[in-house]
C-alpha cells in the first residue's frame, strides 16, 4: 500500500475510534438522538476529519440504518440497546467501527458480548489468503455458542477511496464462497448478534441518502442539486439534516431526486423477529501474517 494512502486510513481510524467512544458516551437516558448525532459528527470535523457517513444510531430491534432528522426530539430509554456506527474518511479513505452500549440496565450484557467476543475471534484470523467463509464460520458460531444468532442477511464489507461498500462482503454466518482475502485489503468486519430471527427486513426511511447517478451539465434544476450533492459529498451517503441551510426545503428536494433516480434512500433495517440486536465492528488492513486493526 502506498504510504501516503496508508497514513490516512491510520488517521481516519483513529479519529472514528475516537470519535465511536466519544458517542458511546454521550449515550444516557434522557438525552436526545440529535444531540448525540450532532456531537459526534461535530468531534470528527474537529479531529481533522469527515463523517464518511451520518452517525448510525440504531435502538432495539432496529439493526441498522437510522440517523435522526434535524428536529427529532426522539429520547434514550432506559433499557435501550443502542448501536453507535462512525465512519470518518480522510480525503476518501474511510474507516468505518460501531459499539453498542445498554442504557442504564445490563439485561443484554450477554448479547452485545456475543458480537463484541465474534468480532475479536475474527480479527484473530485474518490474514491474507484466508476464505471469507471461514470468517463467516467463525463469527456465527462464536455467536450461537452463547446462544444467539448471527444475523445471515448483514455482513461486512471491502473499503475503497470514497466507496463505502466496494464490493466484497464479509459475511457472518457460512456461505458458499471460495473468495480469499488479499495482503492490502481495508475490510470493516461487523457482526450482528440478536435474540430474534437472525434476519433483518426493510423498515421505514432512515434519513439517509446516496447520489447514484451523476447527472451532466444543465440548466435543469434537479440536475443542478444532484451536481452540488456530488460536490459536497462524492458517492459516499448523507443525512437530510445536512442540507438545512444549504438548501431550501431539503425534504421535498430529496424526495424529487429519488423519484427521478439520483438519489437512493435507504431504509432502517429491522430484525425480522423484533429481537434484540448488538453490533461491533472495526476496520482492518490485511497482511500476509494477519492484519492490523485502526479504528
Known amino acids: ?111 452485545i458480548n456475543a458480537s463484541r467476543e465474534a468480532l475479536e475471534n475474527a480479527i484473530k484470523a485474518i490474514k491474507a489468503g484466508i476464505r471469507l467463509r471461514e470468517l463467516g464460520k467463525i463469527i456465527s458460531e462464536t455467536i450461537k455458542k452463547r446462544g444467539y444468532r448471527a444475523i445471515d442477511n448483514l455482513s461486512g464489507h471491502n473499503l475503497q477511496r470514497y466507496l463505502l461498500h466496494a464490493g466484497l462482503s464479509i459475511p457472518n454466518v457460512p456461505e458458499f464462497s471460495l473468495t480469499k482475502l488479499d495482503a492490502d485489503e481495508v475490510i470493516a468486519v461487523e457482526p450482528f448478534a440478536t435474540d430474534g430471527a437472525g434476519h433483518v427486513i426493510s423498515g421505514k426511511e432512515s434519513n439517509i441518502y446516496r447520489l447514484v447517478k451523476f447527472p451532466p451539465k444543465s440548466r435543469d434544476k434537479t440536475r443542478i442539486y444532484a451536481g452540488k450533492l456530488r460536490k459536497l459529498y462524492s458517492t459516499l451517503p448523507f443525512a437530510e439534516r445536512w442540507l438545512e441551510g444549504k438548501f431550501t426545503n431539503p425534504h421535498n428536494l430529496l424526495e424529487d431526486l429519488v423519484r427521478k433516480g439520483y438519489v437512493i434512500s435507504y431504509s432502517q433495517l429491522i430484525e425480522k423477529g423484533r429481537g434484540m440486536v448488538s453490533q461491533h465492528e472495526h476496520t482492518v488492513i490485511v497482511t500476509e501474517e494477519g492484519c492490523e486493526v485502526i479504528t
Open 1 to 111: 500500500m502506498d504510504e501516503e494512502v496508508y497514513k490516512k486510513y491510520k488517521l481516519a481510524g483513529s479519529i472514528a475510534a475516537k470519535a465511536r467512544d466519544y458517542g458511546a458516551n454521550l449515550v444516557k437516558a434522557g438525552k436526545t438522538l440529535l444531540e448525540v448525532a450532532e456531537k459526534v459528527e461535530k468531534k470528527i470535523e474537529e479531529l481533522g476529519g469527515k463523517p464518511a457517513f451520518p452517525v448510525n444510531i440504531s435502538i432495539n430491534d432496529v439493526a441498522a440504518h437510522f440517523t435522526p432528522r434535524k428536529k427529532d426530539s426522539t429520547k434514550f430509554q432506559p433499557g435501550d440497546v443502542v448501536k453507535i456506527d462512525v465512519g470518518v474518511h480522510i480525503d476518501g479513505y474511510i474507516a468505518d467501527t460501531a459499539t453498542t452500549v445498554e442504557v442504564e440496565t445490563d439485561r443484554y450484557g450477554e448479547l
